[in-house]
């Protein structure tokens, strides 16, 4: 049996302040609502204090609350006028492919300036990676974010940020080919 | 035979297909298909490496995100911690 896990709320942002901070930032790209989701963290974890079981870590407790406030935020931003259509991204892959299918010569994928993966330059990679896929509109990085880094279950995403299984695909899809286009572009 | 067709001298399904392999189910047809596809299509195949290469990133972006220098302003910090000790000591 694990040892019971004790909490102190003194000293969460001591410990845990720049971890959650760093989490949010690599699922949402707004620096401001990322330190509100950070303090809304702590205070709503204040309030639950009793719920804290010590089954887990301190950490991993705080996270998870905070994982639930990145999913709302998810769900707001891509519900509503900010959100674009999912016709209008099936629409939009005609920038990449001609009506038959085939890669508009423009678009083909090339071969990337360093196609390893290479530790040495993981930091750059990521900052590039953090930056295209900033670029995504909200529901697209919703998606791939809660399928790649949280590895949700598909069925999960679609019932949260309610979309068909059949547009979820589309999108991730429609997803990849924008993101791989972006880093060709920037990894030069 | 037509859907093989389609599918065999297709970017934008063979690209899709690539996608839900990746992370989810293809079937075995769909597999042989893209096979086919790559077969005769050294874009796709290159597409299929690179579509590989940037999920594997992405996780690792998960993984290793705390070395990352972000970190809150001091001034922040400490005004959130002084909003959770007066929330304690008002409880």
Request: aromatic share 10%; proline share 3%; glycine share 2%.
């Amino acid at each position: 049996m694990l040892p019971h896990q004790t909490i102190n709320p003194h000293q969460w942002v001591k410990n845990h302040a720049d971890y959650l901070y760093s989490y949010t930032l690599s699922r949402i790209s707004d620096e401001e609502q990322a330190r509100d989701l950070v303090q809304e963290t702590f205070l709503a974890a204040l309030e639950r204090l009793d719920k804290f079981e010590g089954k887990s870590t301190e950490r991993t407790w705080l996270t998870a609350i905070l994982k639930n406030k990145i999913v709302d935020v998810y769900r707001k931003n891509s519900s509503g006028l900010k959100a674009p259509s999912v016709n209008k991204e099936v629409h939009d892959m005609q920038e990449f492919f001609w009506e038959d299918g085939h890669w508009r010569e423009e678009h083909q994928p090339r071969e990337f300036s360093i196609e390893h993966h290479d530790p040495f330059h993981a930091k750059e990679f990521n900052k590039v990676l953090q930056k295209c896929m900033q670029k995504l509109p909200p529901l697209w990085l919703a998606i791939f974010t809660m399928k790649h880094m949280d590895d949700a279950p598909t069925s999960a995403i679609c019932s949260e940020l309610k979309v068909s299984d059949s547009n979820f695909w589309v999108i991730i899809h429609r997803t990849k080919v924008n993101l791989r286009a972006c880093l060709q572009k920037n990894w030069i | 035979m037509g859907k093989l067709k389609n599918i065999v001298y297709n970017c934008r399904e063979a690209t899709y297909l690539i996608e839900k392999k990746l992370i989810g189910k293809i079937t075995l047809r769909e597999k042989i298909q893209l096979q086919i596809h790559f077969y005769g299509c050294s874009v796709c195949k290159l597409f299929n490496r690179q579509s590989n290469m940037i999920n594997s990133m992405v996780k690792q972006l998960l993984v290793n995100h705390e070395p990352v220098d972000i970190k809150l302003d001091d001034d922040f910090k400490n005004t959130m911690q002084h909003r959770i000790d007066d929330t304690l000591n008002k409880s």
